[in-house]
C-alpha cells in the first residue's frame, strides 16, 4: 500500500510551496498529489519547519474534502453525486460500485488497493449524468449495470487517458486552409474530445489534406459531445464559412447559405468518414458520395454504438436551432470560435479594448458609473449590484487592497464557471482586472475549485501570455497601473464560496465563515479592502465597457439586467451551457431551448439556485428569470444551476438531497446551521424511510424557518429553501410520504419491485439481479423477493418487456391510489 | 475617539468604534445570553443565543460579534428573539450527551447528591460526606437501614455488574461520620470539584466540595433566630425532617405527637432488628439538640384544635400520617380523594399557613419519601415566613443521555475500580467498615456531569425555558471520555462547539493549542497529529477548562 515517507521529500514540498500560513494549503495538496493522502508523519513535520502552528495543520486538513488521512488505493473513484446526477440514479450507480469493488461496512477501497471510492458533491459535467471519474477519464450516461465494462475499459486504456498531454499543444498555423473546431470543454474530453483529435489528426495526416484543428471552449451544446465544426477560409468556400458562424452564435443562417459542417457526438470511428465527406478525394467521387450517404444514415439514426449509447445528427437539425435560437451571448461570446488560450484570436475578436480603455486613464469612478448604469448585479446568487460594490472597495482607506475572482463553483448541478474559466479565461481576467483597477487593487486571486484542473491549468496559462503580452503586471496595457494575479486551487468545500470563508481559505485556515459587517469590500483579505466577483460578472464586464451601459442595460427586466448563464441539466432533452436574456422564462427554458422533457413524461419542477434555490413546480414556470421574481417564489436566481425533474422525481426525495449536502457541507461554525441543518435531514430522513410521524411537517417547517432566519451565513440563511419551497408546493407529496406512500416511486423504503404478468420468463432480470431476489424460473413469471431486493433497479430497465414495476410497498389499494 | 450613538431596547447608548452590540448592552445593563463568548476573547458568533434584532437586517444577528454601527436600533427582547434564543439552545440540547446528575441521584426521592457522597466516602471525609447526606436527608443512620433505596435500581454499575451499595454507604456515612479518617492514601478517586474550585474565580469558592459550607449541627451554629414559629404536627419521618430543615433556616418549632416519644411509624411500625432503637434515638436527639420544643402525647383535634394552633403560630404543618376522613374532619383540614388536600409541591393546603407532608397527604411506601417532603416542606414555608411566593423547592433541569450501548458502559466505566461488589464482612446488620466502604465507594461510575452546577448550558435551558428533546431526532453522538494524564476530562459529547478552549489556547504562543477538525455535525476539537490534548494545552488547562461552558472540558483527577 502506502510507501514510506521520506521526510525530505516533505521539506521539499514546503521549501517550494512557502512557509506562511497562507501557505498552508498549497503545501497538503502538494503532499496529497505526491501520496494520494496526508501521512503523519508529513503533518507532524509541518509546524516544525513553517510558521504554522501545530493545531492549524489538523484543523485545516480535516476541513476540506479533498484532503485524505488514510491511504488510498492506485486509482480514485469519484462518483459524482451532483443533482444532475442524483435524479438520474447516482445512488444506484454507487451502490453498483460498491458490489462491483466488493466495498463494505464503509470501506472505500478495495482488497486490492487499486481503486479508492469517493462521493464527490458535483464534478460539473451534468449533461453527462450519472458520471463517474476515474483518476482524469470521465464516463458519463451510467447506469448499475455498466460497471463491469467501465472498470474493464479503464483497466484498458489507463496508459492512453493519464499519458495525455495537454489538449492545447501548438503546431502551425495554415492561414488559408480550413479550420476544423474541436471542443475541448471538460464535458467534450469527457466525451471523447481528445482520441477523437489524435484520430482526426492520423486521418488528415495520412491524406496530407492541410487544415488547421482549432481546440474551441465549449459550445454548450454539451448533450451533442463531443462535436466537431469545419470552417472555411474567407474566399475559399465563402458561404460554409459565413454559413458555421452563424450557426453557433446565435442568428439563424442566412437564406441561401449552405449550413456549417457541423457534426455532434462523433466517435473516432466515424473520423474517417467525416474526412472524406469534408474533403474529397479528386476521381473518387462514386466512393465518396456512398461514403457520405453512410455518415448521413449514421448520424440520423439514433442508434447504438458499442457500449455506451450514442446518436448523431446534423447540426441542421432543427433542434440545434431551438437550442441556439433564444440564447444571448454576452459572457460566452464567439462561443464556439475561440480557442481558449490562443490570446491571438481573443485580441481580434475585441479581447482587451475594454482594459486598454479603463487603464489606459479612464477614470474609475466613470467605469463604475457605466456599470451602475447597466445594471450589473452580481451572478454568484445575491445579486448585490456590482458598482456598490466596488464604489465601497474604493473608497475604503488604505493603500493595500485585493480583488478575488469567485470560481469556487460548487452547487451540485452547476458548471456556468468551470465552463467560463475553461473557454474564456482571458475574458474572465479581463473583467477581473478592470475590476480591480476601479477598486485599486494592484494584487488578485483566482479562486478555482481543485475539482476544476482544465480551467485551473487553463487560467494560469492564460495569466502567463497575458504578463508576457503586457496585459498584466507593471506597467500593464501601457500605463502606469500593476496588477499581479494568481491562482488558489480551492480543497473541496461548498461553504468556501461564501466571500467570508473563501477569504479565510486563502489565508490558509479552515473555511469558516465570519459575521458581515465587516463587508470585505471594507475589512477582507488579510484585513484589507478586498472585492470578490464571481466569475460570471467579470466575464461580463469588459462586454459592458465595450458596448456601452445602454445595449446591457435594454435585455432584461426592471431590476435584472443583461443576460444570465445557466448549467441546464436533469431531465431535460437537450442540456448544456446556456447563456438567456434576463427576463425569459423558465418555460421558455426548458421546453424550447432544452427540448421539454423525455417523451412521455411531464415536467414537475424546475430546481434553480442549487441547494440555496428552490423547486418551483411546472405551474408557475412562466415566472420570468429576475432576482425579485426568483426570490419571491420561494427561489433565488443563484449561480445558475437549473436542474429539470419530471414525474418520476420525487420532490421530498429532492428536498432530502440537497439537505443532506448543506448539512454535510455546514462549516460547523454556528448551532442553527450546524445542528439544525441536520435536524431538519433526520426529519426528511425519517419521510424518505416511511417513519414519518404527522407532526413532522409543522415541525420541519418551523425549524426551516429558525435556521434561515438565524444562521450566520449564506449557507445556512439558504440552506432551508429547498424544504420550504417543496413544502409550499408539493405539500401532498410530503403528506403522502407520512401516510407511507412515495407517489413518484423514488424512495427506496416505501417502494417494491414487482414482476407484471407481462413476464415472458427469459430469466435475464433473474441474471442479472445482483443479490439473488429473483429465481430464475424459464418460461414462467418471475417473482421479486422483496426481503432481499435492494431497489437497485438493475432489473427494470434491463426487462424486454417492461414486466417489472415500481410499486408502493403499502397495500395494493395504496399503490392503486399512488399511480 | 470615534463614538457610535445607537439605542438598544429603545435606550440610547454611546460607545467607541469597534464595539460591539453585546458590549453596548452591557453598559446599558441589558442582559444578553451567551454561551460562546468571554469578555477580552474574539467573538465566536457560534452559540447564536446572543441573537437580537436590528431594525433593517432581515435576519436575526449575533450581538457578541455584530458591530454596534452608528444609529443602529436593536431590539433584544422580541418573541423572535426569545423564539431563537430557545431554539438554538433546543438544538444544542439536541446533540448533548451527558447527564447532569447522575441517575442515583435523580431516582432518590430526597434528591441526595449521591456520586458526592460517595467520593467523600472513597477520599475519607467521612464528615463532609454525612453533611452532604444531611443535606437532603435528616435520618442518614435510619434511612441506611431500611430504606428500599430505589437509588439502586437505576444505579448504573447494575448494567455492567451489580449496582453500588449506596444504601450501605450513606447508612455508614450515617454511622461514622464524625471519625474523619482522610488521609493522603485514601483520595484515589476523583473530588471533581476540589479540582474545579482552583480554576474558580475567588468569590465564587465554596466548601472544600464546592458547596455551600455546612455548619455542623449544633445551636451555636445555626442562623439567627427569625423569630417565627412553626407547629409540627406529627413526628414520624416527614414531621422530624421539616423540623430539622426549619430549624436549620432559623425557624422556632414545636413538634407535636400524640405519642410519648417521637419516631412515628418509625419506632411504631419497622421492627427493632431493622432499626435498633437506639440508632433511632441517636437521630432524634441529633435533630432536638438543635432546640426544638417536643410536646408529647398531644393530638390535635383532641387535645388542641388547628385553629388555636395556627393563632399560637406563623404556620403549621401536619405531617400526622395516614388518617381517614373521620380523623381529618376532627382534625379540621380540607380532605381530598387520598389524603388532606394540598399542593403536591408546596405542600400548602386550602388554609393559609397550613402544610400536608408525609402518609397525611396520600399513601406512603417509602420513609425516605416522607423525608423528602419534610426537606421540601421546609422550604417551601420558609419562603411563606419570609412573606415570599411560596413556590416551592425547584428542581433543577436534568439532561439525560439514557440507554447506553455496551461500548459506552465500557467508556464510562474506565472511571471506576473494577472489582466485585463488597459485601460486609460483619453481615448486613453491621454494615461496612471505613475500609469496605473505600473498597465499594471506588465502583462507582461517577455518571454525573462534573459541572452540574457550573454549566452555562444547564443554565440556559433553563432561563430560557428550552424544551430540550424538541429535536431529539436520529441518531446521537457516542458517548465518550477522555481521561487525560494531567486530570483533564474532555467530554466530546458535551461539547457545544463554542471554540471558547479554542481561542483561549490561541492566545497562548507556548502551546502547540488545539483546533476543530472536520466541518459541520462531525466538527469537534482535536489537539494537533500525534499529541496529546493535555500536552497540546499544558499549563493553559485551568484556563481552558474555566472557559468551557459546559462539562466537555473539566478537571477530573486528584491523582
Known amino acids: 500500500m502506502p510507501d514510506p515517507i521520506d521526510i525530505h521529500e516533505i ?591 411531464t415536467l414537475k419542477a424546475v430546481q434553480i439556485g442549487g441547494p440555496s434555490g428552490g423547486c418551483l413546480p411546472a405551474a408557475i414556470c412562466d415566472l420570468p428569470v429576475d432576482y425579485e421574481a426568483l426570490t419571491g417564489a420561494g427561489a433565488i436566481m443563484g449561480s445558475g444551476g437549473l436542474v429539470v425533474m419530471d414525474d418520476r422525481d420525487c420532490m421530498v426525495d429532492i428536498a432530502r438531497y440537497f439537505l443532506s449536502f448543506t448539512q454535510d457541507q455546514s462549516c460547523g461554525q454556528c448551532t442553527f446551521c450546524r445542528v439544525g441543518t441536520r435536524r431538519m435531514l433526520d426529519i426528511l430522513n425519517r419521510l424518505c424511510g416511511g417513519k414519518g410521524r404527522p407532526e413532522d411537517l409543522a415541525k420541519l417547517e418551523t425549524l426551516a424557518m429558525e435556521v434561515k432566519r438565524g444562521s450566520l451565513c449564506g449557507l445556512g440563511q439558504t440552506a432551508p429553501n429547498p424544504v420550504l419551497t417543496t413544502l409550499r408546493y408539493f405539500r401532498e407529496e410530503y403528506e403522502a410520504h407520512v401516510q407511507g406512500r412515495c407517489p413518484a416511486g423514488k424512495c427506496a423504503a416505501l417502494i417494491k419491485y414487482v414482476v407484471t404478468d407481462k413476464c415472458i420468463g427469459c430469466t435475464i432480470c433473474a441474471q442479472a439481479c445482483p443479490v439473488d431476489a429473483i429465481a430464475p424460473l424459464p418460461y414462467r413469471k418471475h417473482e421479486i423477493d422483496t426481503q432481499k431486493c435492494t431497489r437497485c433497479d438493475v432489473c427494470r430497465p434491463l426487462c424486454p418487456v417492461e414486466a417489472i414495476e415500481i410499486r408502493s410497498q403499502k397495500s395494493e389499494v395504496g399503490s392503486q391510489k399512488s399511480e | 475617539m470615534n463614538l457610535h450613538k445607537l439605542t438598544i431596547d429603545g435606550r440610547a447608548v454611546e460607545v467607541a468604534a469597534g464595539a460591539t452590540i453585546l458590549q453596548a448592552a452591557h453598559k446599558l445593563g441589558i442582559e444578553i445570553p451567551t454561551l460562546c463568548h468571554l469578555p477580552g476573547l474574539p467573538p465566536g458568533a457560534s452559540c447564536m443565543v446572543c441573537v437580537v434584532e436590528v431594525a433593517g437586517v432581515h435576519r436575526l444577528v449575533p450581538a457578541c460579534a455584530y458591530p454596534a454601527g452608528a444609529g443602529l436600533a436593536v431590539q433584544t427582547d422580541t418573541p423572535a428573539v426569545r423564539a431563537a434564543r430557545r431554539a438554538a439552545v433546543e438544538l444544542l440540547m439536541s446533540e448533548h450527551v451527558g447527564d447532569c446528575e447522575g441517575l442515583c441521584q435523580r431516582g432518590c426521592p430526597a434528591h441526595l447528591n449521591i456520586p458526592l457522597m460517595i467520593r467523600q466516602i472513597a477520599a475519607g471525609r467521612h464528615a463532609e460526606a454525612l453533611a452532604t447526606v444531611r443535606r437532603d436527608i435528616a435520618l442518614p443512620s435510619v434511612l441506611g437501614r431500611i430504606c428500599p433505596a430505589p437509588c439502586e435500581k437505576v444505579c448504573r454499575r447494575a448494567k455492567l455488574d451489580r449496582p453500588i451499595s449506596i444504601c450501605l454507604l450513606k447508612r455508614f456515612a450515617g454511622d461514622h461520620g464524625a471519625e474523619d479518617v482522610r488521609d493522603g492514601t485514601a483520595s484515589a478517586t476523583r473530588i471533581w470539584r476540589d479540582d474545579l474550585r482552583v480554576v474558580r474565580e475567588p468569590a465564587r469558592a465554596k466548601g472544600t466540595d464546592g458547596t455551600e459550607p455546612v455548619p455542623p449541627d449544633d445551636k451555636a451554629h445555626l442562623p439567627p433566630a427569625s423569630g417565627r414559629r412553626v407547629a409540627v404536627v406529627g413526628a414520624g419521618p416527614a414531621g422530624l425532617a421539616a423540623t430539622f430543615y426549619l430549624r436549620r433556616r432559623g425557624h422556632a418549632c414545636d413538634l407535636f405527637d400524640d405519642q410519648p416519644a417521637p419516631g412515628g411509624a418509625l419506632r411504631e411500625h419497622v421492627p427493632a432488628e431493622r432499626l435498633p432503637r437506639d440508632v433511632l434515638d441517636r437521630e432524634i436527639e441529633h435533630i432536638r439538640r438543635l432546640g426544638v420544643n417536643f410536646h408529647k402525647g398531644v393530638r390535635i383535634g383532641r387535645d388542641r384544635t388547628l385553629a388555636n394552633l395556627r393563632q399560637t403560630y406563623d404556620a403549621v404543618i401536619l405531617a400526622v400520617g395516614t388518617l381517614d376522613a373521620a380523623q381529618a374532619a376532627l382534625l379540621g383540614a380540607p380532605m381530598a380523594a387520598r389524603g388532606l388536600q394540598a399542593d403536591m409541591h408546596t405542600y400548602l393546603t386550602p388554609l393559609p399557613g397550613v402544610f400536608a407532608i408525609g402518609g397525611a397527604l396520600r399513601p406512603l411506601k417509602m420513609s425516605v419519601r416522607a423525608c423528602a417532603d419534610g426537606k421540601e416542606c421546609a422550604f417551601a414555608c420558609d419562603e411563606f415566613l419570609k412573606g415570599a411566593a411560596v413556590g416551592g423547592e425547584l428542581r433543577r433541569f436534568n439532561c439525560i443521555i439514557g440507554k447506553l450501548t455496551e461500548e459506552e458502559l465500557r467508556e464510562v466505566s474506565k472511571q471506576a475500580v473494577n472489582r466485585a461488589r463488597v459485601e460486609p464482612a460483619a453481615g448486613l446488620p453491621g454494615g461496612f467498615t471505613a475500609e469496605e466502604a473505600r473498597a465499594e465507594a471506588e465502583r462507582c461510575l461517577h455518571c454525573d456531569c462534573r459541572k452540574a452546577d457550573d454549566c452555562r448550558l444547564r443554565d440556559a435551558v433553563e432561563y430560557l425555558g428550552a424544551e430540550h428533546h424538541r429535536f431529539a431526532e436520529g441518531e446521537r453522538h457516542p458517548f465518550e471520555l477522555q481521561i487525560q494524564a494531567n486530570g483533564l476530562v474532555f467530554e466530546p459529547g458535551k461539547c457545544i462547539k463554542c471554540g471558547l478552549c479554542v481561542r483561549v489556547a490561541q492566545r497562548h504562543e507556548e502551546v502547540p493549542g488545539i483546533s476543530f477538525i472536520r466541518r459541520g455535525f462531525q466538527m469537534r476539537i482535536s489537539p494537533p497529529a500525534g499529541q496529546t490534548l493535555a500536552a497540546a494545552l499544558a499549563e493553559v488547562a485551568g484556563e481552558v477548562i474555566a472557559a468551557c461552558p459546559t462539562g466537555a472540558l473539566a478537571g477530573g483527577s486528584g491523582e
Not at chain 1, 462491483?100 to 488497493?113: F, M, P, Q, S
Open chain 1, 11 to 601: 521539506d521539499e514540498i514546503v521549501g517550494a510551496a512557502g512557509r506562511r500560513a497562507r501557505d498552508l494549503i498549497p503545501i497538503l495538496q502538494a503532499i496529497q498529489r505526491k501520496y494520494h493522502y496526508l501521512p503523519d508523519e508529513a503533518l507532524r513535520r509541518i509546524p516544525e519547519i513553517t510558521e504554522i502552528r501545530p493545531a492549524t495543520v489538523l484543523g485545516v486538513a480535516t476541513f476540506y474534502n479533498f484532503f485524505r488521512l488514510r491511504p488510498a488505493g492506485k486509482h480514485r473513484v469519484c462518483v459524482c453525486h451532483g443533482t444532475a446526477c442524483h435524479v438520474k440514479g447516482s445512488e444506484q450507480v454507487q451502490a453498483a460500485i460498491d458490489r462491483h469493488l466488493k466495498l463494505e461496512n464503509g470501506r472505500d477501497t478495495d482488497a486490492a488497493g487499486e481503486y479508492t471510492v469517493e462521493r464527490v458533491a458535483c464534478v460539473g459535467c451534468c449533461t453527462l449524468a450519472p458520471v463517474v471519474v476515474i483518476d482524469s477519464a470521465t464516463y458519463g450516461h451510467l447506469a448499475p449495470t455498466k460497471m463491469a465494462v467501465v472498470f474493464r475499459d479503464f483497466a484498458a486504456s489507463a496508459s492512453i487517458n493519464t499519458g495525455k498531454g495537454t489538449p492545447d499543444g501548438g503546431s502551425v498555423w495554415l492561414a488559408d486552409a480550413p479550420e476544423i473546431r474541436i471542443g475541448v470543454g471538460s464535458c467534450c474530453i469527457a466525451g471523447g474530445s481528445l482520441q477523437l483529435r489524435a484520430a482526426l489528426e492520423a486521418a488528415l495526416r495520412e491524406r496530407n489534406i492541410r487544415a488547421n484543428i482549432r481546440a474551441v471552449g465549449c459550445v454548450g451544446m454539451c448533450h451533442q459531445t463531443p462535436m466537431v465544426e469545419v470552417v472555411w477560409p474567407a474566399g475559399a468556400r465563402d458561404t460554409r464559412a459565413r454559413g458555421s458562424a452563424l450557426a453557433l452564435s446565435g442568428p439563424a443562417p442566412a437564406p441561401g447559405a449552405e449550413p456549417a459542417s457541423v457534426f455532434a457526438r462523433v466517435l473516432p470511428e466515424d473520423v474517417e468518414r467525416i474526412v472524406q465527406r469534408v474533403f474529397p478525394r479528386r476521381g473518387l467521387l462514386g466512393r465518396v458520395e456512398s461514403a457520405v450517404r453512410d455518415v448521413l444514415d449514421r448520424m440520423l439514426a439514433e442508434g447504438s454504438a458499442g457500449e455506451v449509447e450514442k446518436y448523431r445528427l446534423d447540426v441542421r437539425d432543427g433542434q440545434v436551432c431551438a437550442f441556439l435560437g433564444k440564447q444571448v451571448r454576452i459572457a460566452t461570446e464567439y462561443c464556439g470560435q475561440l480557442d481558449p488560450l490562443d490570446i491571438d484570436t481573443y485580441i481580434q475578436h475585441g479581447g482587451f479594448e475594454a482594459l486598454r480603455k479603463v487603464v489606459g486613464g479612464q477614470d474609475p469612478a466613470e467605469t463604475i458609473a457605466l456599470i451602475e448604469a447597466a445594471g450589473l448585479r452580481g451572478r454568484g446568487g445575491a445579486g448585490f449590484p456590482i458598482a456598490r460594490k466596488w464604489s465601497i472597495a474604493r473608497a475604503a482607506a488604505g493603500e493595500t487592497k485585493y480583488m478575488v475572482c469567485n470560481g469556487d463553483e460548487g452547487d451540485p448541478g452547476a458548471f456556468m464557471d468551470r465552463m467560463l474559466l475553461e473557454s474564456y479565461p482571458y475574458r474572465v481576467l479581463e473583467g477581473m482586472a478592470i475590476a480591480a483597477y476601479c477598486i485599486g487593487a494592484r494584487e488578485g486571486y483566482i479562486y478555482v475549485r481543485a475539482e476544476y484542473p482544465l480551467a485551473v491549468q487553463r487560467v494560469r496559462e492564460a495569466i502567463a501570455r497575458m504578463e508576457a503580452a503586457g496585459l498584466l503586471g507593471d506597467g500593464m496595457c501601457g500605463g502606469k497601473w500593476s496588477l499581479r494575479l494568481q491562482i488558489k486551487e480551492g480543497a473541496g468545500a461548498f461553504v468556501c464560496g461564501e466571500e467570508t470563508a473563501m477569504i479565510a481559505s486563502i489565508e490558509g485556515q479552515r473555511g469558516m465563515p465570519r459575521l458581515r459587517p465587516p463587508f470585505p469590500a471594507e475589512r477582507g483579505l488579510w484585513g484589507r479592502p478586498t472585492c470578490v466577483n464571481n466569475v460570471e460578472t467579470l466575464a461580463l464586464t469588459p462586454w459592458i465597457v465595450r458596448h456601452g451601459a445602454g445595449d446591457f442595460a435594454r435585455l432584461g427586466t426592471a431590476t435584472s439586467k443583461g443576460t444570465k448563464v445557466f448549467a441546464l441539466t436533469g431531465k431535460v432533452r437537450r442540456g448544456g451551457l446556456i447563456e438567456v436574456p434576463m427576463g425569459i422564462s423558465l418555460r421558455e427554458i426548458v421546453e424550447e431551448i432544452g427540448g421539454g422533457v423525455t417523451a412521455g413524461r
